[in-house]
């Protein structure tokens, strides 16, 4: 089990940037497939992105692809989500998400298959 803490969410206009790091405890970070998700109100939560264990391979929704980079430093116990071009419609609470041993990457794009969850971070953009 690993414990997870986000930061870097906030209120920014149409078009700005934001960086979202989630912090993971323990030591077996790099047995972890990492993936991000959001869930608006009224909405379901929806796959945003995610990385495997080694950070080799990333895997991307359609809605942020080009606009949305996920990465992570195995030394550092960390996955980041760069969010560049944000929209309004990217406006929700992120929570990150790790899934021991993933095996097959389509495995990462399921919210369900995930061991743990981050208590998410608010993000907020203005049109």
């Known amino acids: 089990q690993v414990q997870l803490v986000e930061s870097g969410g906030g209120l920014v206009q149409a078009g700005a940037s934001l960086r979202l790091s989630c912090a993971a405890s323990?030591?077996?970070?790099?047995?972890?497939?990492m993936g991000w998700f959001r869930q608006a109100p009224g909405k379901e939560r929806e796959f945003v992105a995610a990385?495997?264990?080694?950070?080799?391979?990333?895997y991307d929704a359609d809605s942020v692809k080009g606009r949305f980079t996920i990465s992570r430093d195995n030394a550092k116990n960390t996955v980041y989500l760069q969010m560049n071009s944000l929209k309004p419609e990217d406006t929700a609470v992120y929570s990150c998400?790790?899934?021991?041993?993933?095996?097959?990457?389509?495995?990462?794009?399921?919210?369900?298959?995930?061991?743990?969850w981050g208590q998410g971070t608010q993000v907020t953009v203005s049109s």
């Open positions: 998400a790790a899934q021991r041993s993933p095996g097959l990457p389509a495995r990462l794009r399921i919210g369900s298959l995930y061991d743990d």
């Open positions: 990385i495997s264990r080694s950070g080799d391979s990333t």
């Open positions: 323990g030591r077996t970070f790099s047995m972890y497939g």
